[in-house]
DNA sequence: CCATATGATTCAGG
DNA sequence: CCTGAATCATATGG
């Protein structure tokens, strides 16, 4: 833009110029083959001078028969024309890669986040996606879910207020750019294809903050989902009545420590956890207790015993029915 | 501060 | 899709 910037406003200033001496065009010429610079210029200046005498109106009159001119169009048209031909090598150069490759792809993770698609179906798809692993459990991983859930919508709600902000700015500054164009090609030759060259340009140029931006908010739903969605940095023991239950069920099934989808749902009620986590807990149990059973016998007997005891508790009472005098383990 | 325990994730295989 | 195995990252106890 600077450059075409540059050249619009130089020849702006020989738009001035040329209306002024527009009373006899071949003066200068005329004059300076003559041999007398000097003199022309003070006239011409001169010339310059009369003009700021003139009133508003009368300028403003001029200036209508001139552009009233029947000539002007045609002048008009030329002048693009040389203009044309004049900056042709200046631009030329940077006219193609219309799909930003880099943008689109930072569009293609936001979406993919949820960030910029529509309100619900994005985020809940991004949800789906997050508990995918989990079984389908409504209540899969909902504690955490819901802290993840405010702070992507809160990078969602900047994000699009920013590009809302973006978007007022860049049509305000294009309208203004038009506008101004427009006015100025009453009076230098400004075609209306280079006043679409300079919006394309003005986009080219916002785009790059527009990527700035999406680049920003990229970078903090990574940040957010690292934090939120990989459980291992917010790694916290289950309760030890959790574990208990989950023990007790794993050295009273011990020939066959997997259960069944319906044993887990239970389990994960009972240890308030999920299911995915029951069959965690239970992946990791068994390998580690095959990988060194030595290490767990000295549980598993407790268990074992434990569950002994319960049994027993349990026989006891269904034999005795409702006799207060059964002894409780505390 | 270190070693160990532990929940979660990743990846290969059936 | 479920499991075993390896691995990661944190929690915990000494």
């Known amino acids: 833009m ?3 910037t540059r050249m619009l ?18 003066s200068v010429r005329k004059q300076q083959s003559l041999g007398q610079p000097p003199q022309d210029i003070g006239d011409i200046l001169q010339q310059i001078m009369a003009i700021t005498d003139e009133s ?14 029947r000539m002007k169009p045609a ?4 002048l693009c024309e040389i203009k044309e031909k004049t900056v042709l090598s200046i631009r030329g150069v940077q006219e193609e890669d219309p799909p930003d490759p880099q943008i689109m792809r ?10 910029s698609g529509p309100e619900k179906g994005g985020g809940s798809a991004a949800a ?6 989990a079984g389908g459990s409504p209540n899969d991983g909902s504690i955490e879910h819901s802290d993840y859930r405010a702070k992507l919508a809160q990078i969602r709600q900047i994000y699009h207020s920013e590009l809302e902000k973006y978007e007022q700015a860049c049509s305000e500054f294009t309208n203004h750019v038009m506008n101004l164009l ?3 090609s009453r009076t230098r030759p400004i075609s209306p294809k280079e006043i679409e060259r300079m919006v394309a340009i003005i986009h080219r140029k916002f785009s790059s903050i527009q990527m700035q931006l999406k680049q920003s908010t990229c970078e903090a ?7 939120f969605l990989d459980a291992r940095r917010k790694r916290r023991n289950f309760n030890k009545q959790a574990t208990e239950v989950l023990n007790e069920y794993f050295y009273s099934h011990l020939s066959n420590p997997y259960p069944s989808e319906e044993a887990k749902e239970e389990l994960a009620k009972k240890c308030a956890i999920t299911v995915s986590q029951v069959s965690n807990w239970f992946g990791n149990k068994r390998i580690r207790y095959k990988k060194n059973i030595g290490k767990f016998q000295e549980e598993a007997n407790l268990y074992a015993v434990k569950t002994a005891v319960d049994a027993a508790n349990v026989s006891a009472q269904a034999s005795q029915a409702n006799s207060p005098a059964t002894p409780n383990s505390g």
């Open 182 to 184: 427009r006015e100025q």
């Open 106 to 115: 930072l569009d293609n993770m936001l979406l993919a986040e949820g960030v």
């Open 75 to 78: 002048l008009f048209s030329v």
């Open 9 to 26: 406003a130089s020849m702006g200033g020989l738009g001035g110029l040329s209306q002024a001496d527009v009373g006899d065009p071949d």
């Open 128 to 133: 789906a996606a997050a508990a995918a692993a």
């Open 56 to 69: 508003l109106d009368e300028a403003q009159a001029r200036k209508h028969a001139l552009n009233c001119h």
């Open 221 to 227: 739903v990574m940040i957010l989902r690292s934090r």
């Open 2 to 4: 600077d450059d075409q």
